[in-house]
Each structure stands twice: as structure tokens, then as C-alpha cells.
């Protein structure tokens, strides 16, 4: 009888599973169900999305059906799916993450494409990777792995010159590779406040083959730099911009598992806004250009916030997508 029962039990094949999966995560109010559970079943199988469709009717084994559970579970407990497979695509690249790191979203683009404009044509002089003055990042607990050129203030400011392009809060390193990746002959630097952040963005550099052109080091915002000896011609940031007290009403997703201090700035959103905008222009070189993501409702108080400062000649604001004003744009003074 045993046997019997054992023989009649359905094998659950790629197409079964694809089918009761996406059914389970509808019910249970998980967003793009369909897609969900093809991510995670090619992720168990490690196969592409495409050849669980090619190969249909094979059946998991037993290893295969447990991990798959074990990823279904985590994402009805709203767990993201890039937390849980560990990668997360943005710019056509594939980027490791984890929960130090925020995940890395469609609007930032925007950030990157105003970027690659405000670089311009490539420098006629590329930049030499293997060629590089390090100092050390006064920062305590700085490593030595993680280093920073020296950048000393240019007399002239020629576009054809290869520029210093800095991000600040890089994260998984996101931004600054997406603009590497548009414009490689300049010279890049991105830092953040977490050291496992950094990490991070270190292993997708060397992942991406950009080890050599983007230097990363720890520190916050403006900390480890040196005033009247490290200057850039583009400084970078998407800093944290959700209100404190909205930041439990935004979906579980991110309330839950990404790190608080990429989400949190402050009781207006703006504490870190600010910070940069109001000391940027001390290491940016003459006419160079600040670029800032920004909340969708937050250009009317950046723009405030821009002008009262004075130290920049000229703004505009970018809009995403969606028709929300994203990127703020400032040149200095």
C-alpha cells in the first residue's frame, strides 16, 4: 500500500511548480507573482528565466523542492527578491547586494544618464588606472585596501582633460560603475559610510573589470576629504531623502530589511540634502557640477535650499520617468 501511494504521488515539475507558485504569491498579495516565482526557480536551479520554459516538465529532486520552499517562504515574509538572490540588475549589469546596501532603483538611471551628460565627449587623455597617487583616509578604522587619490586643483578646466567624478554613499556601487561603464577614461571615486557597503562595491568593480578605475574608500559625506587638496569636477549622490516618520508607512519590503540610515533623512527628508549641498562647493573645482537624486516631492525646498546658499551660478531639476522632478543639477559658482 505504501508503495502504492508512493508510486501515485505527482512529481513536481519546472512548470507545476512555476504555476502553483505564481498562483501562491497572488493570493498573498506579492507584486509580479508570475515573474517572482520564475526568478526564484531559476535561481534554485541556477538556470535562466528562459530555460525553465525549455526544459518544462523536469522534475525538482528532493535538495531542489527544499530550497525552493525556503526562498518561497522568504518572500511571503516580503523579504526582496534581490536580498534573497542576492543580485540585483541595474544599467544592464548585474550587481551583487545584500541587506548592507540599498537596492539599487529604476529611477537612480536618471542620475546616471544626467551624469553621462554632464561629462560630455571623452577626454582626449585617458586616464591611466595603473598610475595613481593613494593617500590614507584620516578616517578611523580606515583599511588600507580602500584608498583615494590625491586630487590637486586644476589652473584650467579643459573638457578634454580626464575629470575626478566622486560619489558619495555609493552603496553596491551602483551609480558610479553605471557612469564608469559610459565613460571610462576619466577618473572615478566613490565612498560610504559603511565599510560591508564598501565591500560590496569593491566585489562588483572587480566583478564588472572596473577594479582598476574606480577607487573606494569609507568615510561620511565629506569626512575623510582633505580642503584645498582633494577636488573634483562632478560630485554624485543619491542620499537618503524619506521623512523619519514616513518611514514606516513605505512597504515592508523596505521598512523591513534595507538599512535604515540609506532611507532616514530626518524629520524633512532633507538633513543630508542639505549637508551636501551646503558644503560640496568646497571640493568642487571651479564650474564643476553637484548632482543629487531627490525625493518627488522635494524640488520647491531644494530649490531654497540651493539659493540660499549662493554658491552656485546655475540649477536645474531632471525629471524621472514618471514626471517626478529626480535630479537636481547645480554648477558652482
Same mark, same amino acid.
Given at each position: 500500500?505504501?508503495?502504492?501511494?508512493?508510486?501515485?504521488?505527482?512529481?513536481?515539475?519546472?512548470?507545476?511548480?512555476?504555476?502553483?507558485?505564481?498562483?501562491?504569491?497572488?493570493?498573498?498579495?506579492?507584486?509580479?507573482?508570475?515573474?517572482?516565482?520564475?526568478?526564484?526557480?531559476?535561481?534554485?536551479?541556477?538556470?535562466?528565466?528562459?530555460?525553465?520554459?525549455?526544459?518544462?516538465?523536469?522534475?525538482?529532486?528532493?535538495?531542489?523542492?527544499?530550497?525552493?520552499?525556503?526562498?518561497?517562504?522568504?518572500?511571503?515574509?516580503?523579504?526582496? =527578491?534581490?536580498?534573497?538572490?542576492?543580485?540585483?540588475?541595474?544599467?544592464?549589469?548585474?550587481?551583487?547586494?545584500?541587506?548592507?546596501?540599498?537596492?539599487?532603483?529604476?529611477?537612480?538611471?536618471?542620475?546616471?544618464?544626467?551624469? =553621462?551628460?554632464?561629462?560630455?565627449?571623452?577626454?582626449?587623455?585617458?586616464?591611466?588606472?595603473?598610475?595613481?597617487?593613494?593617500?590614507?583616509?584620516?578616517? +578611523?578604522?580606515?583599511?588600507?585596501?580602500?584608498?583615494?587619490?590625491?586630487?590637486?586643483?586644476?589652473?584650467?578646466?579643459?573638457?578634454?582633460?580626464?575629470?575626478?567624478?566622486?560619489?558619495?554613499?555609493?552603496?553596491?556601487? !551602483?551609480?558610479?560603475?553605471?557612469?564608469?561603464?559610459?565613460?571610462?577614461?576619466?577618473?572615478?571615486? !566613490?565612498?560610504?559610510?559603511?565599510?560591508? !557597503?564598501?565591500?560590496?562595491?569593491?566585489?562588483?568593480?572587480?566583478?564588472?573589470?572596473?577594479?582598476?578605475?574606480?577607487?573606494?574608500?569609507?568615510?561620511?559625506?565629506?569626512?575623510?576629504?582633505?580642503?584645498?587638496?582633494?577636488?573634483?569636477?562632478?560630485?554624485?549622490?543619491?542620499?537618503?531623502?524619506?521623512?523619519?516618520?514616513?518611514?514606516?508607512?513605505?512597504?515592508?519590503?523596505?521598512?523591513?530589511?534595507?538599512?535604515?540610515? !540609506?532611507?532616514?533623512?530626518?524629520?524633512?527628508?532633507?538633513?543630508?540634502?542639505?549637508?551636501?549641498?551646503?558644503?560640496?562647493?568646497?571640493?568642487?573645482?571651479? +564650474?564643476?557640477?553637484?548632482?543629487?537624486?531627490?525625493?518627488?516631492?522635494?524640488?520647491?525646498?531644494?530649490?531654497?535650499?540651493?539659493?540660499?546658499?549662493?554658491?552656485?551660478?546655475?540649477?536645474?531639476?531632471?525629471?524621472?520617468?514618471?514626471?517626478?522632478?529626480?535630479?537636481?543639477?547645480?554648477?558652482?559658482?
Amino acid at each position: 500500500m505504501r508503495n502504492q501511494q508512493k508510486q501515485t504521488e505527482p512529481e513536481w515539475t519546472i512548470i507545476k511548480l512555476l504555476q502553483w507558485t505564481s498562483s501562491y504569491f497572488k493570493s498573498n498579495g506579492i507584486d509580479s507573482p508570475r515573474a517572482t516565482a520564475e526568478i526564484l526557480l531559476a535561481h534554485t536551479l541556477r538556470l535562466k528565466r528562459i530555460d525553465l520554459y525549455l526544459r518544462h516538465d523536469q522534475p525538482l529532486n528532493r535538495g531542489e523542492l527544499d530550497l525552493f520552499k525556503s526562498l518561497i517562504k522568504r518572500r511571503k515574509n516580503r523579504e526582496p =527578491v534581490a536580498y534573497i538572490v542576492g543580485v540585483k540588475e541595474f544599467w544592464s549589469m548585474e550587481l551583487e547586494v545584500s541587506q548592507s546596501v540599498l537596492i539599487p532603483r529604476p529611477e537612480t538611471e536618471c542620475l546616471v544618464e544626467e551624469a =553621462v551628460s554632464v561629462l560630455g565627449k571623452e577626454p582626449l587623455c585617458n586616464s591611466n588606472p595603473n598610475k595613481r597617487d593613494s593617500i590614507q583616509c584620516p578616517l +578611523e578604522g580606515y583599511k588600507e585596501d580602500y584608498k583615494i587619490m590625491s586630487c590637486r586643483k586644476n589652473a584650467g578646466h579643459d573638457l578634454l582633460l580626464p575629470k575626478r567624478i566622486l560619489e558619495m554613499g555609493t552603496g553596491s556601487g !551602483a551609480v558610479i560603475l553605471a557612469i564608469a561603464s559610459q565613460k571610462p577614461g576619466h577618473h572615478y571615486f !566613490a565612498s560610504d559610510i559603511s565599510i560591508d !557597503a564598501v565591500g560590496i562595491a569593491i566585489k562588483n568593480a572587480k566583478q564588472l573589470g572596473f577594479e582598476n578605475y574606480v577607487s573606494f574608500f569609507c568615510g561620511n559625506w565629506f569626512l575623510p576629504l582633505r580642503e584645498k587638496e582633494n577636488f573634483f569636477d562632478v560630485i554624485i549622490s543619491n542620499p537618503p531623502y524619506i521623512r523619519k516618520n514616513d518611514i514606516r508607512n513605505l512597504q515592508p519590503e523596505i521598512n523591513r530589511f534595507e538599512p535604515q540610515e !540609506a532611507l532616514d533623512g530626518g524629520d524633512d527628508g532633507l538633513d543630508h540634502i542639505k549637508h551636501i549641498i551646503k558644503h560640496a562647493c568646497r571640493f568642487l573645482n571651479n +564650474e564643476g557640477n553637484l548632482l543629487l537624486e531627490i525625493g518627488h516631492d522635494q524640488k520647491d525646498a531644494v530649490d531654497d535650499i540651493i539659493k540660499e546658499t549662493g554658491n552656485y551660478k546655475q540649477f536645474y531639476f531632471r525629471k524621472d520617468y514618471s514626471g517626478f522632478d529626480r535630479v537636481v543639477c547645480a554648477t558652482k559658482s
